[in-house]
């Protein structure tokens, strides 16, 4: 077992855990998602501007939305 802190979130519904210092940088990093997308926390649009700086809380829900093409 680690002895660094983690916390645990959900991102698109599914539990994940992090390490407790973690942005929501490195929530996309750790699901490998490739632009385009767009990213909410608790419902809340963050832009990607912010993605570094926009620490992470223990049950966060990020959703990480990919646009749909076609038609």
Do not use: C, R, W
């Amino acid at each position: 077992m680690s002895d660094k802190a983690t916390i645990q979130v959900l991102i698109n519904q599914a539990p994940h855990e992090l390490p407790a210092d973690a942005t929501l940088a490195d929530a996309v990093k750790s699901m490998g998602i490739a632009p385009p997308f767009a990213a909410a926390v608790n419902l809340q649009f963050v832009p990607k501007t912010q993605y570094a700086s926009h620490v992470l809380q223990a049950n966060d829900q990020i959703e990480l939305i990919a646009p749909i093409t076609g038609g």
